[in-house]
C-alpha cells in the first residue's frame, strides 16, 4: 500500500477517534484539550485522536474507593526556567559585546536556488559578511556557490527522510558554527534558519534583539513545549523510563532560533544530548547548562512545520504582525 494511501487511511482514523470520542478537560484548569478516545486494551490505557502533548496525572479522592480510581490529563506550563550556574559565568565574560547578528542560513539546493535565498536576506537588514551559509548539499554544488562565508556540512546526520525516527542531527552544523565565531569574536548573536523560511519584516534581526532583551533571554525558539512526562511521541521515543522524572526535556522547532554567543558555543561543546532527535537535543541542551530559553508565541503561527498551517501568505504576513515565514516551499512565493 503507498503511502499517501496510508497517510489518508491514518488521517480518516483520527477524524474517526476525534468523532466519537469526547473532550477532554485540563484536569487542573477546566480547559480544553481536544476531542479523543480514551480507551483500555492488552492491558494498557490508549489515548487515540487527541492532537497535542497532554501529561497524565492520578487524581485526589474526595472520599476512598477501593473500586474506581481516576487519571486526568493535564500540559505543562509555558517554560520558563530561571538563569543558572554555568550559564550566568558565561553570559558575564561577553557582556560588554557589543550587538551584532550573524546569520546562519541552511540550504541544499543548486546554487542559484541559495544564491535567490541569500539575497532575500541582504535585502532584509544583513550585510553579505554576516550570512553564512552552512551547505549540505553535493561538494560540486558548494563549489559553484558564490556567496562567501560558507561552510559544508560532510556528515549525513542532517540528511534524513523519517527526520524524527531517524534522529536528525545539526550537531555538525553547531560544530562548525561555533567554529566561524571563534574566529569572528565580533557576533554577539546568532539567527539560525533553513532556507525554507523567508524574512518578511524589514530588519529581521533587530526584530530578534528587541524580543530577547525585553524576555532577558538567552535562546528564543518557536513551538517552544516542555514535554517530559508526557504524551509526546518525540518524548515517549527516547525511552527514559523512570529517568523522566528528574529529566527535564524541552521540545523547539528546528528553525528560527535566536542565540547568544555563549550560550550557542557551549550548547555546541556539549555532547550529553548529541544523540537525540535535533528539536529535543537543541533546547534541552540549552536548559541543561543554565541558559534561560523563551518561546515566541506570536511567532509560533508563522513558523511551523507544515505549509498548510500557515495563516497567511507573504504578502499579508507582514501586516499581520510576522518576522518571517516557515515552511516555504511554494517556488512562487
Known amino acids: 500500500m503507498t503511502k499517501p494511501i496510508l497517510q489518508h ?20 484548569t477546566g480547559e480544553p484539550l481536544g476531542r479523543g478516545m480514551v480507551i483500555s486494551w492488552g ?4 489515548l487515540l485522536g487527541l492532537s497535542g502533548a497532554v501529561v497524565p496525572v492520578v487524581l485526589d479522592q474526595t472520599r476512598i474507593t477501593y473500586w474506581r480510581q481516576e487519571v486526568g490529563f493535564t500540559r505543562h506550563p509555558t ?28 540550504d541544499h539546493r543548486a546554487p542559484d536556488a541559495v544564491g535567490h535565498c541569500v539575497g532575500r536576506w541582504l535585502a532584509h537588514g544583513f550585510a553579505e559578511g554576516e550570512v553564512l551559509l552552512v551547505f549540505g548539499g553535493s561538494e560540486a554544488d558548494f563549489e559553484g556557490i558564490r556567496h562567501g562565508p560558507k561552510v559544508l556540512l560532510r556528515g549525513n546526520r542532517h540528511r534524513t527522510r523519517d527526520h524524527t525516527r531517524e534522529k536528525q542531527s545539526y550537531r555538525e552544523l553547531f560544530t562548525l558554527v561555533a567554529r566561524h565565531l571563534e574566529d569572528h569574536p565580533a557576533f554577539s548573536h546568532v539567527l539560525f534558519v ?9 530588519l529581521v534581526g533587530a526584530s530578534y534583539l528587541e524580543r530577547m532583551k525585553a524576555l532577558d533571554a538567552d535562546l528564543l525558539g518557536c513551538q517552544l513545549a516542555r ?26 522547532l528546528g528553525t528560527g532560533h535566536f542565540w547568544k554567543r555563549a550560550a550557542w558555543l557551549a550548547s555546541a561543546a556539549d ?15 540549552a536548559l541543561r547548562l543554565g541558559f534561560r530559553i ?7 503561527r508563522f ?6 498551517k500557515l495563516p497567511c501568505g507573504l504578502d499579508e504576513a507582514e501586516a499581520l504582525g510576522a518576522w518571517t515565514l516557515h515552511p516555504v516551499k511554494n517556488p512562487r512565493v
Not at 482514523?13 to 478537560?25: D, H, K, P, Q, T
Not at 492491558?43 to 490508549?46: A, K, M, N, P
Not at 523510563?241 to 527535564?248: I, K, P, R, Y
Request: proline share 9%.
Open 271 to 285: 555532547q550529553t544530548f548529541a544523540d537525540w532527535y535535533l528539536e529535543l537535543d537543541i533546547p534541552t541542551t
Open 43 to 46: 492491558g494498557r490505557i490508549h
Open 9 to 28: 487511511l491514518r488521517d480518516f482514523g483520527v477524524w474517526m477517534f476525534r468523532v466519537l470520542g469526547s473532550e477532554i478537560l485540563d484536569c487542573r
Open 303 to 308: 513558523v511551523t512545520n507544515l505549509p498548510e
Open 194 to 202: 533553513e532556507y525554507d523560511q523567508v524574512p518578511v519584516c524589514p
Open 294 to 300: 523563551r518561546g515566541l508565541p506570536d511567532q509560533d
Open 227 to 252: 514535554i517530559d512526562g508526557s504524551t509526546n511521541p518525540h518524548f515517549l521515543a527516547l525511552g527514559l523510563g523512570s529517568a523522566s522524572a528528574t529529566q527535564l526535556v524541552l521540545s523547539m
Open 79 to 106: 517554560p520558563d526556567f530561571p538563569r543558572a550556574e554555568p550559564a550566568i559565568s558565561l553570559l558575564g565574560q561577553a557582556a560588554d559585546c557589543p550587538d551584532r547578528v550573524l546569520l546562519v542560513l541552511m
